[in-house]
């Protein structure tokens, strides 16, 4: 199984990239918005974290092997995740994939039910599935910050937001209160670079 490839970003289409990795150009699916994130970076070396799936039917006699592309392993399990509810699939999920995977765990992590019916592919009836079958594994996805945002932070950054999730969550808190306060503390525009200053920064608020 091929969990990651890095190269040459050397064209994007509008459902796949081609990644240049001597000697070979491997074809890379995308969602829409990993496609817009990465449009602007031909020419330039990408690293992205795959998933590998097998298209076609053995009865119909033939069977392609694809890779699916994600610029974080997050959006990749988030990814996983979505494909495993009935109804939705590696096809669907990609097409579904117009927004941040944060904002998509926001819908439903909250029900939004019709947020949820809004995106390319997914009816009422789809949507309940997801809500039923993932809402209790969203908290963590919700924490992911934007594109855009974290491209001011570095690693540490994450890690301490996941760290400082996982305490709360150890001292009691549901998942969803502790992805509130996190995300709360956060908008204060304050940069934490330990797990002490942001639990300190969240139970100062609190308190």
Not at 8 to 35: C, M, N, Q, W
């Amino acid at each position: 199984m091929i969990i990651t490839i890095s190269g040459k970003l050397a064209h994007v289409t509008e459902t796949a990239v081609g990644i240049e990795s001597a000697p070979f150009e491997y074809e890379v699916l995308v969602a829409d918005y990993t496609r817009r994130q990465l449009q602007s970076q031909i020419g330039e070396t990408v690293r992205l974290h795959t998933l590998d799936y097998i298209e076609g039917n053995a009865q119909g006699g033939r069977l392609t092997p694809r890779l699916v592309g994600f610029q974080t392993e997050p959006e990749r399990q988030f990814f996983d995740l979505f494909c495993s509810v009935d109804g939705v699939g590696v096809k669907k999920a990609l097409r579904a994939m117009v927004r941040p995977v944060n904002e998509l765990a926001i819908l439903i992590d909250q029900q939004d039910a019709k947020g949820l019916s809004a995106l390319p592919g997914i009816g009422p009836a789809t949507s309940e599935r997801i809500i039923a079958k993932l809402r209790r594994k969203m908290p963590r996805f919700a924490l992911m910050v934007q594109q855009e945002i974290a491209a001011d932070t570095n690693d540490a950054s994450s890690e301490v937001v996941k760290e400082t999730f996982d305490a709360l969550v150890t001292l009691g808190h549901s998942e969803s209160d502790a992805r509130k306060l996190i995300d709360d503390a956060i908008a204060t525009g304050k940069k934490f670079k330990d797990i002490e200053s942001l639990l300190t920064a969240i139970y100062q608020r609190t308190g």
